[in-house]
Nanobody
Framework: QVQLVESGGGLVQAGGSLRLSCAAS????????MGWFRQAPGKERDFVAA????????YYADSVKGRFTISRDNAKNTVYLQMNSLKPEDTAVYYC????????????????WGQGTQVTVSS
Protein backbone atom coordinates (compact mmCIF):
# COMPACT_ATOMS: atom_id res chain seq x y z
CA GLN A 1 0.00 0.00 0.00
CA VAL A 2 1.33 3.41 -1.00
CA GLN A 3 1.18 6.08 1.68
CA LEU A 4 1.58 9.82 1.16
CA VAL A 5 2.01 12.15 4.14
CA GLU A 6 1.89 15.92 3.74
CA SER A 7 3.48 18.34 6.18
CA GLY A 8 4.53 21.99 6.41
CA GLY A 9 1.16 23.69 6.49
CA GLY A 10 0.26 26.38 8.98
CA LEU A 11 -0.81 29.96 9.50
CA VAL A 12 1.03 32.69 7.65
CA GLN A 13 0.44 36.36 6.86
CA ALA A 14 -0.24 37.53 3.33
CA GLY A 15 3.01 37.90 1.42
CA GLY A 16 4.71 35.19 3.41
CA SER A 17 6.00 31.79 2.38
CA LEU A 18 5.55 28.14 3.24
CA ARG A 19 7.11 24.95 1.95
CA LEU A 20 4.97 21.85 1.89
CA SER A 21 6.46 18.37 1.84
CA CYS A 22 4.95 15.08 0.79
CA ALA A 23 6.77 11.99 1.99
CA ALA A 24 5.99 8.80 0.09
CA SER A 25 6.43 5.19 1.04
CA UNK A 26 7.65 2.53 -1.33
CA UNK A 27 10.64 2.11 -3.58
CA UNK A 28 8.70 2.92 -6.75
CA UNK A 29 8.17 6.61 -5.91
CA UNK A 30 10.82 7.77 -8.34
CA UNK A 31 8.96 6.23 -11.29
CA UNK A 32 5.74 8.22 -10.83
CA UNK A 33 4.65 11.73 -11.65
CA MET A 34 3.20 13.60 -8.68
CA GLY A 35 0.71 16.39 -8.19
CA TRP A 36 -0.50 18.92 -5.65
CA PHE A 37 -4.15 19.87 -5.22
CA ARG A 38 -6.05 22.11 -2.85
CA GLN A 39 -9.59 22.40 -1.56
CA ALA A 40 -11.08 25.45 0.11
CA PRO A 41 -14.23 25.26 2.28
CA GLY A 42 -17.31 24.82 0.13
CA LYS A 43 -15.23 24.46 -3.04
CA GLU A 44 -14.19 21.60 -5.28
CA ARG A 45 -10.70 20.20 -5.20
CA ASP A 46 -8.52 22.13 -7.65
CA PHE A 47 -5.29 21.29 -9.41
CA VAL A 48 -2.27 23.29 -8.25
CA ALA A 49 0.89 21.80 -9.74
CA ALA A 50 2.37 18.59 -11.13
CA UNK A 51 5.81 17.21 -11.86
CA UNK A 52 6.91 14.42 -14.17
CA UNK A 53 8.44 11.23 -12.85
CA UNK A 54 11.97 12.45 -13.58
CA UNK A 55 11.40 16.08 -12.58
CA UNK A 56 12.04 17.41 -16.08
CA UNK A 57 8.52 18.74 -16.64
CA UNK A 58 6.41 20.88 -14.35
CA TYR A 59 2.88 22.25 -14.71
CA TYR A 60 1.04 24.93 -12.76
CA ALA A 61 -2.43 26.32 -12.41
CA ASP A 62 -2.67 29.88 -13.69
CA SER A 63 -3.56 31.10 -10.21
CA VAL A 64 -0.17 30.08 -8.78
CA LYS A 65 2.22 30.60 -11.69
CA GLY A 66 5.21 32.69 -10.68
CA ARG A 67 4.51 32.17 -6.98
CA PHE A 68 4.61 28.40 -6.40
CA THR A 69 7.32 25.92 -7.35
CA ILE A 70 6.98 22.15 -7.37
CA SER A 71 10.09 20.01 -7.03
CA ARG A 72 11.09 16.51 -6.03
CA ASP A 73 13.96 14.64 -4.47
CA ASN A 74 13.65 11.02 -5.51
CA ALA A 75 16.52 9.99 -3.23
CA LYS A 76 14.41 11.16 -0.29
CA ASN A 77 11.06 9.93 -1.64
CA THR A 78 9.71 13.45 -1.24
CA VAL A 79 7.92 16.03 -3.38
CA TYR A 80 7.80 19.70 -2.36
CA LEU A 81 5.63 22.71 -2.99
CA GLN A 82 7.36 26.02 -2.31
CA MET A 83 4.71 28.72 -1.89
CA ASN A 84 5.77 32.37 -2.01
CA SER A 85 3.82 35.63 -2.00
CA LEU A 86 0.89 33.89 -0.38
CA LYS A 87 -2.56 35.41 -0.63
CA PRO A 88 -5.68 34.88 1.49
CA GLU A 89 -7.28 33.10 -1.48
CA ASP A 90 -4.57 30.43 -1.19
CA THR A 91 -6.17 29.27 2.05
CA ALA A 92 -7.12 25.62 1.64
CA VAL A 93 -6.28 22.07 2.54
CA TYR A 94 -3.41 20.96 0.32
CA TYR A 95 -3.09 17.37 -0.88
CA CYS A 96 -0.39 15.50 -2.72
CA UNK A 97 -1.24 12.62 -5.03
CA UNK A 98 0.47 10.00 -7.17
CA UNK A 99 -0.05 9.60 -10.90
CA UNK A 100 -1.95 6.42 -11.71
CA UNK A 101 0.49 5.46 -14.48
CA UNK A 102 4.15 4.60 -14.07
CA UNK A 103 6.72 6.70 -15.92
CA UNK A 104 4.31 9.56 -16.55
CA UNK A 105 5.03 13.11 -17.64
CA UNK A 106 1.68 14.85 -17.38
CA UNK A 107 -0.67 13.16 -14.90
CA UNK A 108 -4.25 12.68 -16.05
CA UNK A 109 -5.51 10.67 -13.12
CA UNK A 110 -4.33 9.82 -9.61
CA UNK A 111 -4.63 6.68 -7.53
CA UNK A 112 -3.18 7.58 -4.11
CA TRP A 113 -3.78 10.68 -2.01
CA GLY A 114 -2.34 12.06 1.18
CA GLN A 115 -4.39 13.16 4.18
CA GLY A 116 -3.92 16.85 3.48
CA THR A 117 -2.31 19.73 5.34
CA GLN A 118 -4.04 23.00 6.20
CA VAL A 119 -2.68 26.28 4.86
CA THR A 120 -4.23 29.47 6.20
CA VAL A 121 -3.19 32.89 4.91
CA SER A 122 -4.33 35.89 6.91
CA SER A 123 -4.66 39.45 5.65
Amino acid sequence: QVQLVESGGGLVQAGGSLRLSCAASGRTFRRYAMGWFRQAPGKERDFVAAISWNGDNTYYADSVKGRFTISRDNAKNTVYLQMNSLKPEDTAVYYCARDAEVGGYYPRSYDYWGQGTQVTVSS
